[in-house]
């Protein structure tokens, strides 16, 4: 991270999104409405983050939630 109006470094980590749960689901994106290959793409790319020390930061709205087939997606995403 970078202070443009100091012209130096912050003191900052940035974290950058991997993956939320409307990119991975709404037919806008890539739509993926089989379970099993929602879950297999999470995985990897979740795996991925851990391979290269990184950190796999997921971003879930609340509404998903209300959802169950979504919401048990999350869990096993999360789990794993």
């Known amino acids: 991270m970078y202070d443009l ?4 470094r ?10 939320m749960d409307r990119s991975l ?3 806008r994106y890539l739509g993926l409405e089989n379970p099993d290959q929602a879950l297999d793409l999470a995985l990897n790319l979740k795996q991925e983050c851990i391979k290269h020390n990184g ?3 997921l ?3 609340n ?5 169950t087939k979504e919401s048990l997606l999350f869990d096993a995403i999360t789990q794993n």
């Open 25 to 27: 689901l709404d037919s």
């Open 10 to 19: 912050l003191n900052l980590l940035e974290l950058p999104l991997v993956l």
């Open 63 to 67: 509404s998903s939630f209300l959802n």
């Open 55 to 57: 950190v796999f930061t």
């Open 59 to 61: 971003l879930w709205h």
């Open 5 to 8: 109006q100091t012209g130096t």
